[in-house]
């Protein structure tokens, strides 16, 4: 059968992309949940200099554009002296957005823990560092968690961005077969690829909200 | 004031002396004085609004003061605009503090920490117990409030009397001298307020000191040494619970407490 032929013949070009496309991601995800945490405890109960660098940083970041924020990286640092492994400044700009938006989901989750909890906590005799850290942060963890699983979808489908920087990532791999040999099959196995990734990731914080909402 | 009138041979715990609260412009108290006595319980009753709470929150520093002096077994916790009554240093604010426990109305219960893990957190944590130690004196106390079974349920398993019972089991670990309950049975299904003040009575009957903010006339005419009401942003009697509700003379105390005990039927 010629389709599956051919399907055969671009599947391992593919694959390859898809590898390209799965370091970037994981690359990308791997410091977000800690840098995020960390930034919104910081922001919350920093010193002042921090948390004004911090607000600096998440209005900067989620007010432009990915596309933006990649060119400026990869494109504009080489002028000021900058030069970064194309791969590496790709996910640092991936990570640093995507943080800048768990930061902002974390601070609003720990805000919206219940204040009688800080009561119990200071009547307790418990110490600012304390409460937070044992009390608030971990019942905003659950709150956080399903607005941070859409975050997380969403920078699978922000990687496709780097096709444009020349990194054959799924998305530049099936523009390259499509166009070369007329065809939109690897279209389409491109898209059933992110629907798999997406599906692997919802399942994966299913699991985790099951985890944290353990005691409810 | 006759603040300390018949009862100058015994311990004075809590001293509250002329208590000014505001929230904005809104006046709460208005120079209230109570004294509280080593193994009393007092009973605080009064129309909504009338700053029993804030009084209570007061006495812990969950609510600052806008003038007054609040002392706890000696120590001067609070101190604003009362020359007189310096304030002791912080670290014996915080001890004195310390020896004050807490029952809230919504119970604040830890949501993802189990019961006995409710009650040594802050053994463990604060007073830097040992954990096994800990575990022992959690579920000594959670048997104290006869929750034996219930060690290792988290709070959403269990039902409101058994979260508050938990919450004074909390409370207790932390060997207070005194506990503050703010309505402590307000949140709870009619069912199951007796289980709760079943607790408090005990407590009640091995001397504990208690200040208890409450709705429930029954219990505060049965286990109270003193009732004390609030109206109007101060203290308007304080009495023994014998004379408070049965030889009433105060206009305003009169029709509170028929309006409370037409609400029962």
Same mark, same amino acid.
């Given at each position: 059968?010629?389709?599956?032929?051919?399907?055969?013949?671009?599947?391992?070009?593919?694959?390859?992309?898809?590898?390209?496309?799965?370091?970037?991601?994981?690359?990308?995800?791997?410091?977000?949940?800690?840098?995020?945490?960390?930034?919104?405890?910081?922001?919350?109960?920093?010193?002042?200099?921090?948390?004004?660098?911090?607000?600096?940083?998440?209005?900067?970041?989620?007010?432009?554009?990915?596309?933006?924020?990649?060119?400026?990286?990869?494109?504009?640092?080489?002028?000021?002296? &900058? !030069? /970064?492994? +194309?791969?590496? =400044?790709?996910?640092? *700009?991936?990570? $640093?957005?995507?943080?800048?938006?768990?930061?902002? %989901?974390?601070?609003?989750?720990?805000?919206?823990?219940?204040?009688?909890?800080?009561?119990?906590?200071?009547?307790?005799?418990?110490?600012?560092?304390?409460?937070?850290?044992?009390?608030?942060?971990?019942?905003?963890?659950?709150?956080?968690?399903?607005?941070?699983?859409?975050?997380? &979808? !969403? /920078?699978? +489908?922000?990687? =496709?961005?780097?096709? *444009?920087?020349? $990194?054959?990532?799924?998305?530049?791999?099936?523009? %390259?077969?499509?166009?070369?040999?007329?065809?939109?099959?690897?279209?389409?196995?491109?898209?059933?690829?992110?629907?798999?990734?997406?599906?692997?990731?919802?399942?994966?914080?299913?699991?985790?909200?099951?985890?944290?909402?353990?005691?409810? | 004031?006759?603040?300390?009138?018949?009862?100058?041979?015994?311990?004075?715990?809590?001293?509250?002396?002329?208590?000014?609260?505001?929230?904005?412009?809104?006046?709460?108290?208005?120079?209230?004085?109570?004294?509280?006595?080593?193994?009393?319980?007092?009973?605080?009753?009064?129309?909504?609004?009338?700053?029993?709470?804030?009084?209570?929150?007061?006495?812990?520093?969950?609510?600052?003061?806008?003038?007054?002096?609040?002392?706890?077994?000696?120590?001067?916790?609070?101190?604003?605009?009362?020359?007189?009554?310096?304030?002791?240093?912080?670290?014996?604010?915080?001890?004195?503090?310390?020896?004050?426990?807490?029952?809230?109305?919504?119970?604040?219960?830890?949501?993802?920490?189990?019961?006995?893990?409710?009650?040594?957190?802050?053994?463990?944590?604060?007073?830097?117990?040992?954990?096994?130690?800990?575990?022992?004196?959690?579920?000594?106390?959670?048997?104290?409030?006869?929750?034996?079974?219930?060690?290792?349920?988290?709070?959403?398993?269990?039902?409101?009397?058994?979260?508050?019972?938990?919450?004074?089991?909390?409370?207790?670990?932390?060997?207070?001298?005194?506990?503050?309950?703010?309505?402590?049975?307000?949140?709870?299904?009619?069912?199951?307020?007796?289980?709760?003040?079943?607790?408090?009575?005990?407590?009640?009957?091995?001397?504990?000191?208690?200040?208890?903010?409450?709705?429930?006339?029954?219990?505060?005419?049965?286990?109270?040494?003193?009732?004390?009401?609030?109206?109007?942003?101060?203290?308007?009697?304080?009495?023994?619970?014998?004379?408070?509700?049965?030889?009433?003379?105060?206009?305003?105390?009169?029709?509170?407490?028929?309006?409370?005990?037409?609400?029962?039927?």
């Amino acid at each position: 059968m010629a389709l599956l032929d051919y399907v055969t013949t671009i599947l391992p070009q593919m694959m390859i992309g898809l590898g390209t496309t799965l370091e970037m991601y994981f690359a990308s995800l791997i410091l977000v949940l800690p840098l995020g945490v960390i930034f919104a405890i910081l922001k919350l109960m920093g010193p002042k200099p921090v948390r004004w660098i911090l607000n600096v940083y998440t209005w900067a970041w989620r007010g432009t554009p990915l596309l933006l924020q990649l060119f400026i990286v990869i494109y504009g640092f080489p002028v000021i002296g &900058i !030069n /970064l492994p +194309k791969f590496l =400044a790709a996910a640092g *700009v991936f990570c $640093l957005n995507m943080s800048a938006y768990v930061t902002e %989901i974390m601070r609003a989750a720990i805000g919206s823990v219940d204040k009688g909890q800080y009561e119990a906590c200071k009547v307790l005799g418990m110490s600012y560092p304390q409460t937070m850290l044992r009390v608030i942060i971990p019942q905003s963890f659950r709150i956080a968690l399903p607005p941070t699983c859409n975050e997380a &979808i !969403n /920078l699978i +489908k922000d990687t =496709a961005l780097v096709s *444009v920087i020349n $990194l054959m990532d799924v998305t530049r791999t099936a523009v %390259i077969i499509a166009n070369r040999d007329f065809r939109i099959v690897s279209y389409i196995i491109a898209f059933i690829i992110f629907l798999l990734l997406t599906s692997f990731m919802v399942k994966v914080f299913a699991y985790l909200e099951k985890k944290a909402t353990a005691y409810d | 004031m006759e603040l300390t009138k018949t009862k100058n041979d015994r311990e004075v715990m809590i001293r509250m002396i002329n208590i000014h609260k505001s929230f904005g412009d809104v006046h709460v108290l208005e120079g209230v004085n109570l004294n509280v006595y080593r193994g009393e319980v007092i009973a605080v009753i009064g129309p909504s609004g009338s700053g029993k709470s804030t009084l209570l929150r007061c006495i812990n520093k969950l609510e600052l003061i806008n003038e007054g002096a609040i002392e706890i077994e000696g120590t001067i916790i609070e101190s604003v605009n009362m020359p007189d009554y310096p304030v002791a240093s912080n670290q014996q604010v915080k001890a004195s503090l310390g020896k004050t426990g807490m029952v809230f109305q919504n119970f604040n219960l830890f949501p993802h920490m189990t019961a006995l893990q409710n009650v040594i957190e802050a053994p463990i944590h604060v007073k830097k117990i040992k954990k096994e130690e800990a575990i022992a004196l959690g579920k000594r106390q959670l048997d104290r409030v006869g929750l034996s079974d219930k060690y290792d349920a988290y709070p959403s398993k269990l039902s409101g009397g058994q979260k508050q019972r938990v919450a004074i089991a909390r409370a207790l670990a932390m060997s207070p001298d005194v506990i503050l309950f703010d309505e402590p049975t307000s949140a709870l299904d009619p069912e199951l307020i007796g289980e709760v003040l079943d607790v408090i009575k005990k407590l009640a009957e091995e001397r504990m000191t208690m200040i208890v903010v409450t709705h429930e006339m029954s219990f505060a005419k049965e286990i109270s040494d003193r009732v004390i009401f609030m109206d109007n942003r101060n203290i308007v009697a304080d009495s023994p619970p014998d004379e408070f509700f049965n030889n009433q003379e105060h206009p305003r105390i009169k029709a509170f407490l028929e309006k409370m005990l037409s609400n029962k039927n």
